[in-house]
């Protein structure tokens, strides 16, 4: 994890709902950029990792939500890096 990164999880104030959890996340995003005048991308998914990669697909700005019956389409044409 970076220096700029955060990790939520909200599943029980959501009750585990991905539209709920959408709704949740605008308003982090319009709170963040009003408060601190930046902009921040957020990943919604089923587990922190596909909620980092969801995160990481529309940066600077973004908002991706990968629901679970979505996870293998999401993943599928994504590169496979070695670091």
Do not use: H, W
Not at 7 to 18: A, I, R, T, W
Not at 20 to 25: F, H, I, Q, V
Request: with cysteine; hydrophobic share 35%.
């Amino acid at each position: 994890m970076g220096i700029d990164e955060a990790y939520l999880d909200v599943s029980q104030k959501v009750n585990c709902d991905f539209e709920e959890a959408r709704e949740l996340a605008e308003e982090i995003k319009n709170k963040v950029r009003s408060q601190e005048g930046i902009a921040c991308s957020i990943g919604i998914g089923p587990n922190k990792l596909i909620a980092k990669i969801a995160s990481d697909i529309q940066k600077p700005d973004g908002l991706t939500v990968v629901r679970p019956e979505q996870v293998e389409r999401f993943l599928s044409p994504l590169p496979v890096r070695a670091r």
